[in-house]
């Protein structure tokens, strides 16, 4: 079966009870069983809710996996995965991470013994040299935010594989419409499936999928013991959004490329960062594993003054300044005073946040008015 027919069908099937084509709210948190031990699958919520599920075999088959398990927020599905490691256990990751995975490994994981690694993957040479008998997870985001660095996951897995090591892959900025890591090798999928998966701003959730049996078991095991898990009202809301992720994601990447040449035209940009410009430097992998370039774009001013960023994000009027990404409406970002604000100036220019730089999430409006905002806002 093929991408769109399995987002719209895999998963879910008419409620046997009413017929009803869409899967039901079973907004409940227990199930009367028929006798001890004799019941329908669900015993309690917090271990299996039938809405739930039904999302969760629809990630699992639209991420070619074969397990799917949902979380109250992304946040909470890496607690997962990194709960499923031990102390002295240490872990691999890019520079330019997420600033929440960051501040989850540095602030909470470290005080329990794991020991994490940040270097610039975009050189896969740079993870084989932090490769240690302790290594014991790969952990990759790419495109990466907001610099949209591009990291080679088929290289990532064989290291890990020679390692002994998982590979978990983020793919959140890429959704599976766009990126399949299980294909490539990875053992682990996350997403914040608040972002493009859900796809229109009102769900804050996370999930997991691997092909893996053990791996699943761990993660069922401390989905179950931990208790993040998410609510059958948002698990309905996310299998509505993830019926039309390919139209959408289609969308995406139309306006992504008009708006990304539109300001490279434009006489105050300097630079624009998005994967599908044969002259980014990661674009042959770029263009090796992901389908489409997707809408996420970060660009800088000539001058790179702060305050003729602060001006442009002000002056938009289409574009709404937000945290947040992968929704229908457009949103603009300035992550030196917003999602990178905690990290010194020093280090955040390091990896490219500089002062004038903006990120965009380029929505699936009428491209022509979202390039006539910016033009206006540049202007
Ligand atoms: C938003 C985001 C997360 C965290 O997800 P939440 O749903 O906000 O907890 C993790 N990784 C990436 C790439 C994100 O964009």
Redesign the pocket.
């Known amino acids: 079966m093929k991408f769109a027919t399995k987002a719209i069908h895999e998963g879910v099937a008419p409620d046997p009870a009413t017929g009803a084509i869409m899967t039901p709210i079973y907004q409940t948190s227990t199930y009367v069983q028929e006798g001890v031990g004799n019941h329908k699958g669900y015993e309690y919520s917090r271990t299996l809710n039938p809405t739930r599920h039904a999302l969760e075999k629809n990630l699992a088959a639209i991420e070619n996996g074969k397990f799917g398990a949902c979380f109250g927020?992304?946040?909470?599905?890496?607690d997962c995965v990194i709960k499923m490691l031990n102390p002295g256990d240490e872990v691999i990751s890019t520079h330019d991470l997420?600033g929440?995975?960051y501040r989850i490994f540095k602030t909470i994981f470290e005080k329990y013994g794991l020991v994490f690694h940040f270097v610039d993957m975009t050189d896969v040479r740079n993870i084989q040299a932090k490769v240690n008998a302790k290594t014991k997870m790969i952990w990759v985001?790419t495109p990466t935010?907001p610099m949209m660095n591009i990291i080679d996951i088929q290289a990532a897995a064989e290291i890990a594989r020679a390692a002994g090591a998982w590979l978990c892959v983020?793919n959140?900025?890429a959704t599976p419409f766009l990126q399949s890591p299980l294909d490539l090798g990875a053992d682990i999928v996350?997403h914040?499936?608040?972002?493009y998966l859900g796809g229109h701003s009102d769900v804050?959730?996370?999930a997991l999928i691997t092909k893996d049996e053990a791996i699943a078991q761990e993660i069922y095991r401390i989905q179950n013991s931990s208790g993040a898990v998410t609510a059958p009202m948002d698990s309905f809301l996310v299998l509505r959004g993830i019926k039309t992720l390919h139209l959408r994601m289609e969308r995406h990447c139309f306006n992504g490329e008009k708006v990304a040449h539109f300001l490279a035209s434009h006489p105050r940009v300097d630079k624009v960062f998005w994967p599908g410009f044969t002259a980014h430097p990661n674009h042959d992998i770029a263009a090796k594993q992901m389908r489409g370039f997707g809408g996420m774009i970060s660009f800088t001013l000539k001058g790179n003054h702060l305050e003729d960023a602060l001006a442009v994000v002000k002056k938009v009027e289409l574009f709404a300044l937000a945290e947040?990404?992968?929704g229908v409406e457009s949103l603009i970002g300035h992550p030196a005073t917003m999602t990178h604000a905690s990290i010194p100036k020093e280090e955040r220019e390091k990896s490219g946040v500089v002062d004038s730089l903006i990120r965009l999430s380029v929505g699936v409006e009428d491209v022509e008015d979202l390039i006539e905002d910016l033009r206006q806002a540049l202007d």
């Open positions: 927020s992304g946040l909470a599905a890496i997420y929440g995975s985001e935010n983020d959140t900025f996350m914040s499936v608040t972002k804050i959730m996370g947040s990404l992968g």
